[in-house]
């Protein structure tokens, strides 16, 4: 993409609104417009960072099995009558009425549309295990819309919902969205902390919050610090296999890691003191075994084996997508701008050219630009005609991770520059090195 055709309505000024960096950032760099208090209009940049997110939480969820479809944001009111959460929900709930006076509402959560679709079609035991999940917009009306798509009104989650014959499937399904989650943060470069949660009125302990610790997070957590240290890295699992499956989790959840909920100050000081952490924490997605809570109400059962009927395990898990920009950024920046981790980066690399108009200079700027291309990737080449330090000072607020500098004086002696946003380190290469670096840094990405 080149800049000078591209929409990237960057701000020179800290918008006022705008208490966190996350938010500035987003502000500043042209990702986002506020429409209404926490909803948001997403502009080129923020569009292509969130469908990266969204990429990546798809081949995560599909990798484990799970399938992809796509439920409406609206429902009638009648569905959650059945299950008893039409009233329950309260003011959260943006309800509608059509115009043949229907009640309708904006969906802030889709567990008793995914039920409704299981008990009409699914009803033997032979169709399990089955797992569905969406990519969909949410109203939740929240009270304090804040910190720009942190907490947003209308926001975007990945819901997914297990369907099991017993108890035991159902907590493989939720150990297999465990370690899914956690492949699919890291591969955004976060560091997200399964922690044990609250489960509210449904009783049990099988649910977990995950966790980027930030100190802007609206949780308070407390852990082990050696929590920190885990990595899932490029280990295959066979998410088929179950042993393997709960293995992973239990290696990410045995050392404490607990939300203010289930803190347990007594448990907690039995951590050598030095590892004992507090800190905050912002939540990037949660998963939770609940078990017949919604088939039982809205009968969705199966027959089995031996003949007789009995309602199905459910679990539900959901990732907020859009919250998601918001805890990378804060989780990655410095002062100048964001800084992407290269698997989310609305693009993979910029071109600055140093001396628009110069005709080595465009050339080369051209043929990096078509070299890139070939090898599948899209780089933003900034060929305004403005100053060098404008065009650095944009690079750097929107946080490409990589950079290559065309000058004149460079290709004089036959090489540009490459730069690392996240150290700042700069080295001089061919043209044709630069291509191959870049090549090389994203081809396992
Ligand atoms: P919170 O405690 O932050 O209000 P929640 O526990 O009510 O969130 P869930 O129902 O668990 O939210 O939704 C799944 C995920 O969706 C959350 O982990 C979070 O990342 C995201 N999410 C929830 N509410 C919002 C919101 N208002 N804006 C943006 N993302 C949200
Ligand atoms: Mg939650």
Known sequence: MRLSRYFLPVLKENPAEAQIVSHRYMLRAGMIKQQAAGIYSWLPLGLRVLNRIQQIVHEEQVRAGHIPLLMPTLQPADLWRESGRYDDYGQEMLRIKDRQDREMLYGPTNEEMITDIFRSHVNSYKDLPLTLYHIQWKFRDEMRPRFGVMRGREFLMKDGYNFDIDKDAALHAYNRHMVSYLRTYERMGLTAIPMRAASGPIGGDNTHEFLVLAATGESEVFFDSAVTDLKLGNREVDYDNRAEVAAVCQEFTTLYARTDETHDE???????????????????????????????????????????????????????????????????????????????????????????????????????YKALAAKGLEALYDDRDERAGAKFATMDLIGLPWRITVGPRGLANGVVEVTSRRTGVSEEMTPEAAVARIADIYAGI
């Open 266 to 368: 007594a448990v907690f000081n039995t951590i050598p003191e030095e590892r004992r952490k507090v800190a905050r924490g912002i939540e990037v997605g949660q998963i939770f075994y609940f078990g017949t809570k919604y088939s039982e109400s809205m009968g969705a059962s199966v027959v089995t084996a031996d003949g007789s009927k009995v309602p199905v395990e459910m679990g539900s898990h959901g990732i907020g997508v859009s919250r998601l920009l918001g805890a990378i950024i804060e989780a990655s920046h410095d002062d100048k701008g964001i800084i992407w981790p290269e698997g989310v980066t609305p693009f993979p690399v910029g071109i600055v050219n140093l001396k628009q108009g110069d005709a080595a200079a465009d050339a080369a700027c051209d043929s990096l």
